[in-house]
């Protein structure tokens, strides 16, 4: 079985600019949910998605965003970047909400806004 | 809020001898724990998941531990290995039935041979 997927890899994008990050979850599971690692804050969750609704939220602006299509693939947003936003952002997926089931995590995108 | 503690940010130890790292939780009640593994630039990868009623999990040289009334789980590695050198991040739920995972800020494990 496939693993789970995250393009682009690496990223480079100025302040002020949006990107959107994708992940294909593994076939068959339901919920997507997105992180933001940094070495300063560590592993940070942005929300989760579940049979394309948000589930969960964490404490992130509103210039992050995300959705969830009926094939369960995400697509995550970043508006107006800031110098801030640099990190490691990674996707999870799991076959049912994420407490209570594993989650099996991509390989991350790296964004660096300069 | 929720507060999730591990015991120290590295942890040194002789191959061949018993990791032992902690994780606490404060202000909530998680149903479930998680833990974690992560290689330098890479995602996470999950290794055991423990749930309230059960007070310990094995799966080969890894154990956990669940003590709902200290708040606290102990993730064990016996006979330790240079390759088990990584960072160890524990995983609690939200409490409930509505998801999410609260993650620890991880402890660095160094095996030395």
């Known amino acids: 079985k496939a693993g789970v997927t995250q393009t682009p890899r690496y990223l480079i994008k100025t302040r002020g600019q949006q990107v959107t990050l994708s992940c294909s979850p593994i076939?068959?599971?339901?919920?997507v949910s997105w992180y933001q690692q940094t070495p300063g804050q560590g592993l940070q969750f942005l929300f989760e998605?579940?049979?394309?609704?948000?589930?969960n939220k964490g404490n992130f602006p509103g210039r992050f965003s995300g959705r969830q299509f009926s094939n369960s693939r995400s697509e995550m947003n970043v508006s107006t970047l800031e110098l801030g936003d640099s990190a490691l952002y990674l996707c999870?997926?799991?076959?049912?909400?994420?407490?209570?089931?594993?989650?099996?995590f991509g390989p991350g995108t790296r964004l660096t806004v300069t | 809020s929720q507060k999730i503690e591990q015991n120290s940010e590295a942890l040194n130890i002789q191959e061949g001898k018993t990791a032992t790292l902690t994780c606490n939780y404060t202000?909530?009640?998680?149903?479930?724990l998680q833990w974690y593994r992560q290689d330098p630039g890479r995602g996470p990868v999950f290794l055991l998941l423990?749930?309230?009623?059960?007070k310990e999990k094995r799966k080969e040289r890894l154990k956990v531990t669940f003590d709902t009334t200290l708040k606290q789980s102990l993730f064990h590695i016996t006979a330790s290995q240079p390759a088990d050198s990584a960072t160890y991040l524990c995983?609690?739920?939200?409490?409930?039935?509505?998801?999410?995972?609260?993650f620890g800020r991880g402890t660095q494990l160094t095996v030395w041979p």
């Open positions: 999870a997926s799991s076959i049912g909400l994420a407490g209570a089931y594993e989650q099996y």
């Open positions: 076939s068959g599971h339901r919920s």
């Open positions: 998605y579940f049979s394309e609704t948000q589930r």
């Open positions: 202000n909530y009640s998680p149903a479930y």
């Open positions: 423990i749930r309230e009623n059960e």
């Open positions: 995983a609690p739920d939200r409490g409930s039935t509505l998801g999410r995972l609260y």
